[in-house]
């Protein structure tokens, strides 16, 4: 059974394979290959808790026993929801080795999300916490055995005691290794999104583990590499940017954070003596605010790897002087193109850009509104293609029409400059998303919720600078004439039909009408602009 996606041109993985970036070997290699020699390595650690590699391999293939024995096999997949914790590595190879391809959602997703991709992935398991609200009875485990067919085993990781996941992992179950295609899919990513329904990500062995070995390479990881997890660990960043499978590649240690705050991170930086980690600007900032008055040693740090938003330069600034190490600018996307400083960069460039592409053979386009290339060094739409830029959304032929150009180039929405050094700058956004702090929103997806609402005639979401976040989310919405919406009962509506938190409008404008643009869609850009 094959997990549909979108395969690369055969020339193009020629030329992948020819240059060596495609290898042809499984993501589970990760972990095998740390076995002959660093098999008693700490792979993982989170506070209380650690696995050595063999550990992290042996619970692996006992929990892919396990799932086979509750009949999950090659070609299956499944939803994954677990806080930053071990579970999440032992789980997430204990898929992979199956051949079971997980979606594995962030641990702030409610209730919608996780329907929302059961129903595109139609899986057969889903293995989420009793930590997450959602999970703490039985009714909503109930509410989804009904609803989807498919989904035949629930699999509830107690964070205390025992549970189902404990007995699958601490307990041998034998099973046999299915051949895996490094071509094939072997997980998906979750799309930042921009449209009505999410979109899922399909990553195979050989794209994302180039990305993770060239990473790894990049950042300079080796077997001393001690690296802090605060984010959240199925996140693009922490997973592959080099992240966690990069620590596991150079047989180092992952240490993992509940969250980026320093109240959390600090003790962890100075009882592990950490030395890289990942951050978003606003957890940045807060960790520059608190570092001077700190208790904790943070002597050991080298490397901040920052990403996920823009960073501006006055923040870049105080990194080295406040904190003691060395910035990274990442600036990545789930669906594939990363791009790093390198550290002996020019001072100026690891402060004012976003960083160059890992691989040669990333192809950058930058083009204008009518998709004809820009002049060097002038700003335009990102279009790229590369070895591990994924060629569609995963059943979404009609997205995938205008998200992909003939070429096959992938238009990330984001409006950058390239300098003659290779260096993106990023520069704003052509995309219907709220970027806040991180996080990102699809606009329309909240503006659907809302629509569902009975007194709600329209409604457009649009960012508004934050000086934390760099950006929050304001709704502008028209109601019914006579109708007393307030934003009280608005953030109480879109919290019922439970949406994760994040999504919910920053601030509700009511209004009794939207501008419209010459062709009578929505002004977005007029409304953006009542903030300036
Ligand atoms: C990372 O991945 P996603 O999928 O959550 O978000 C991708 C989008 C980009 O298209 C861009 O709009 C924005 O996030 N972004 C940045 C940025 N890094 C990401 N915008 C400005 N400056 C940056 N440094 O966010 C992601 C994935 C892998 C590594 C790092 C970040």
Known sequence: ???????????????????????????????????????????????????????????????????????????????????????????????????????CALFNHQRTELQSYCEILQPKAMIVSSAHALFTDEQFTQALFNRFGCLNNIIIDHSK??????????????????????????????????TGTPKLIPRTHNDYLYSVVASKDICELDGDTRYLCALPAPHNFPLSSPGALGVFIAGGTVILASDPSPAVCFGLIEHYAITHTALVPPALQLWLQHAPASQHDLNSLQVIQVGGAKLSRSVAEQVTPVLGCQLQQVFGMAEGLVNYTRYNDDPELILTTQGRPISELDEIKIVDEHGQEVAQGESGRLMTRGPYTFRGYYKSPTHNASAFDDAGFYSSGDIVKQLPSGHLVVEGRDKDQ???????????????????????????????????????????????????????????????????????????????????????????????????
């Open 434 to 532: 709220i970027n806040r702090g991180g996080e990102k929103i699809a606009a329309e997806e909240v503006e659907n919720h809302l629509l569902g609402h009975e007194h709600i005639q329209q409604v457009a979401i649009v960012s508004m600078p934050d000086d934390t976040l760099g950006e929050k989310s304001c709704a502008f919405v028209v109601a019914d004439q006579d109708i007393k919406l307030t934003t009280l009962i608005l953030r109480k509506y879109l919290r019922q039909l439970g949406i994760a938190d994040y999504k919910v409008p920053d601030k509700f404008k009511f209004v009794t009408q939207l501008p419209l643009t010459a062709v009578g869609k929505v002004d977005k850009k007029a409304l953006r602009a009542t903030f300036e």
């Open 161 to 194: 005691g025992n549970s189902e996941l404990k007995q699958g992992y601490l307990n041998k179950h034998a099973f046999t290794a299915p051949d895996l295609n490094p071509e094939e899919v072997a997980f998906f990513q979750l799309s930042g999104g921009s």
């Open 1 to 103: 059974m094959r997990i549909e996606y979108t395969p690369w041109p055969a020339e193009l993985a020629e030329q992948y394979r020819a240059k060596g970036y495609w290898q042809d070997k499984p993501l589970t290699s990760i972990l095998s290959e740390q076995l002959n020699t660093n098999s008693q390595g700490i792979a993982v650690a989170d506070g209380q808790r650690q696995l050595s590699y063999a550990e992290l391999n042996t619970y692996s293939d006992n929990l892919a026993g396990y799932l086979n024995q509750q009949g999950l096999q090659q070609g299956d997949t499944a939803i994954v929801q677990l806080p930053n914790c071990l579970e999440f590595y032992i789980t997430y190879f204990a898929l992979l080795k199956l051949g079971v391809a997980p979606v």
